[in-house]
Structure formats: C-alpha cells, structure tokens
C-alpha cells in the first residue's frame, strides 16, 4: 500500500494542537457541509469518468472500482470554515491506481460531482498516495450526506478540494476555478499557508 504522507499523520507529536494548523479549532462530530440538496445516487447506476486534455474518455463502473485495489487511509480533516477533525479513516482507491493507465500530458485538473459540484487542482495533488476515491468512512459505507456512494478524498488541502457524490475528472492543460474558486476562494488551498481566500 502506498506510504500515507498527509501532513498530522505520520512521526508527528501527540500534542493536539500540533495537528491544527493555524486558524482551525477541533470537533469531534463530523459536520455536514453541502452547498445543495444531497444528490441521491446509487452505486449501480455511479461511474467515474476520467476526460483527458486530447477527449480521450475513460470511465470505471462501481464494479471496476471495487476491482481495484484498496487502501485504508487515516488522515486529517481541514475545513475552511476552521473546523478540523483528526484521524479519520476511509476505504477507497488511490488517484494513483486510477490514473495509472491513463495517457496525459495534463498539469490541472477540474473535479465534477453529481450535481454539478466543481472544484480545481494540480494534477500533482492527487498523485504519490495524496488522494483517494473513497467509498467507506471509518468501515460502514459512506453516507449520502458525507458524499456516498463515492466521494474524493484529498486531506492536504482544505476540505472544500474533497468533492463529494465526485463523477469524473477533467485533465486539463490550463487551470480552470471550480465552484467555490470562482466565488473567491483560493485556488489551492494549503491549510498549513491558511490559503483560505484568494490572495491569502
Ligand atoms: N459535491 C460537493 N462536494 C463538496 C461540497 C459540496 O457542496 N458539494 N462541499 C465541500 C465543502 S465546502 C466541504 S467543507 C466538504 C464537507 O464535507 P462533509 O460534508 O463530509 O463534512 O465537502 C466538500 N465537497
Ligand atoms: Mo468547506
């Protein structure tokens, strides 16, 4: 399984406040934060599509993602609205598994869910075991409300970057702002910078 290399995760101080980065306060509960209604798909009737920069497609049944192999991250949790939750644990598969038959000479990426949900990043964020698709939160399937059947998981970026109900990838030659990016949000989003807001 590939080495977990989130920031809180591994050789760090028991001290739970090291874990926080700056501006950020911990829960306990696991909040719910959707900008719509939840989108109530099945896993028989989801897919995820992978479009690359030349329209080449490609798309995985839920049979094909569960055919792939699985790992079981636990990682921290860092939202903009300065909540953080530590030590989660998920099942799903790595953006490095799936990605790795593709063809691409892309650099950005635009993320799509079910329900027409967006969000960027470079392509290089979801690489080398930083992000999963993931299907399962702390072993029972993951609920509709928290992005079930499947959702991305990209913990080392502000929570808003982990698209629930997530349906495909868009591989990209330029970057192109996703739905909180265009109300000015800040195209990357490092908790560890505080890059909240664009120009933070
Ligand atoms: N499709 C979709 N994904 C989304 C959102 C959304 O509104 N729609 N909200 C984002 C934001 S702002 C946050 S903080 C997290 C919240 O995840 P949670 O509801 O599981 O806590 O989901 C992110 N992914
Ligand atoms: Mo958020």
Redesign the pocket.
Known sequence: MTPIRTPGFLGRPRDPDVHLPPGQYLVHD???????PTPRVDAEDWAFTVTTETGSRHTWSWADLMALPQETPTVD?H???KWSKLQTTWRGVALDTILARVDSAADFVLVR???G?T?NLPLEDLLDGQAWVVHEYEGEPLAA???GPA?LLVPHL?????????SGLDLLTHDEPG??EQLGYHEYGDPWREQRYAGD
């Open positions: 696991f909040p719910v934060l959707s900008a719509g949790l939202c903009v609205t869910s079910h329900g949900y969000t409300a928290h992005g959702r502000y929570l808003w970057k982990s698209a629930k109900w997530v739905f909180w």
